[in-house]
């Protein structure tokens, strides 16, 4: 069953002092998964941090259905929204602790909140602390820590309650790339081992690249695209959704640095596209070895996503015409291939 259902949700932030009213999200449908990762991405103003705070009820919807679990939300009473926002755990960019409050205190805090017994407050602390790392800093303040501990204490704070949803909110977007990576790499565990269902929302495309399942594209408060994260990537069908898979890999060079290579290299230009089948880049140069030509690479780069490999090579083919001509074809029946001009 579906853990969250969207249908033809709309919010319209109405006008204020002569201004015009901001309609930020416009008939929204989404469906999630059980045990699924999506992330949402999209530009600033997309209307994704709206949608989160419509899936957990910190903003009324103007129209539509939200279903948590089942359970239609958008006709609850704030008493009753309390018990579901407990099912849903929120992670932030700014990690939103309290600074007067130690780690343990912090990842405490929505355990006070809910009544639980001082002695199981006490028992599920420790295990989350120890969960995300964190055993020896219990009883560091958050000014005290590196962006990256900050974030997993706001991690462990999140799941302090055992929800079986994650809303995280551009949560890495104030950390460098290695912090990243080890905030997603926690994100996966707590998807894998305590399988917990995860909404990333993001405006960086290696993010839904190294942890999400599915991806949605959102635009003007709208869904524009989704799709299996491999899917999207390799065949996107909307200039927004080219912009963001091309900032992560790249296609071919355009026709300026493809003059400059051709000074470089000699032979025959070949993009090799990589889409995730079950092709080795070893088979294919393996290929290429058996034909008296010489080949460089020249532009393009190889990335995983879900465990499968996805990218563009191009090469420079250089050599007798008929045994270049030949490699091409060998290589034609592994990957899709194109000739640059
Ligand atoms: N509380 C609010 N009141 C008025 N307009 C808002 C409010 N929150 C968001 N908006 C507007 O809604 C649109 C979508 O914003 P937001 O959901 O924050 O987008 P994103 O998270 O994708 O950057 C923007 O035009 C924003 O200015
Ligand atoms: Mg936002």
């Known amino acids: 069953m579906a853990l969250l259902e969207l249908r033809d949700v709309y919010k319209t932030f ?3 002092r002569g201004g015009q009213a901001v ?8 469906t999630v998964e059980a045990g699924e990762i999506v992330g949402i991405v999209g530009y600033s103003g997309a209307g994704k941090s709206t949608l989160v705070r419509l899936i957990n009820a910190l903003e009324s919807t103007t129209s539509g259905s939200v279903r948590v679990d089942g359970q239609e939300i958008t006709t609850l009473r704030e008493r009753e929204l309390r018990q579901v926002r407990l099912g849903i755990g929120m992670i ?4 939103n602790l309290f600074s007067s409050r130690t780690a343990w205190g912090n990842i405490a805090y929505p355990l006070e909140v809910a009544g639980v017994p001082r002695q199981e407050q006490h028992q599920r602390v420790s295990d989350l602390l120890h969960f995300v790392g964190l055993a020896d800093k219990a009883h ?4 005290q820590l590196s962006g990256g501990q900050k974030q997993r204490v706001g991690i462990a704070r999140a799941l302090a309650t055992s929800p079986s949803l994650l809303l995280a909110d551009e949560s890495t977007s104030a ?16 998807n ?3 399988g917990i269902t995860i909404v990333v929302i993001t405006h960086e495309m290696e993010v839904v690249r190294s942890l999400a399942h599915r991806v949605v594209v959102m635009e003007a408060g709208r869904v524009v695209e989704e799709g299996r994260v491999l899917d999207v990537l390799s065949e996107p069908q909307r200039p927004v959704t080219r912009r963001f ?15 400059a290579l051709r000074e470089r290299h000699p032979g025959r230009f070949v993009k090799l596209s990589f889409r995730g089948h079950d092709v ?14 010489r080949f460089e690479l020249v532009y393009g780069g190889i990335e995983e996503v879900q465990g499968d490999t996805f990218g563009n090579l191009t090469l420079a083919l250089d050599g007798a015409p008929a045994a270049v001509e030949a490699a091409i074809r060998d290589v034609q029946d592994l990957v899709p291939t194109k000739e640059l001009g």
């Open 140 to 143: 560091s303040y958050p000014d």
């Open 280 to 293: 080795r880049q070893s088979e294919v140069f393996g290929r290429l070895l058996r034909h008296d030509v």
């Open 14 to 16: 109405p006008a204020v």
């Open 175 to 190: 950390l460098d790339p290695e912090t990243t990576e080890e905030v997603l790499a926690l994100l996966r565990r707590v």
């Open 192 to 194: 894998r081992e305590l």
């Open 245 to 259: 898979v091309g900032t992560i890999v790249d296609d071919e060079p355009d026709a300026e640095t493809l003059a």
């Open 92 to 95: 932030f960019q700014q990690f």
């Open 23 to 30: 309609e930020a999200v416009r008939g929204v449908d989404l």
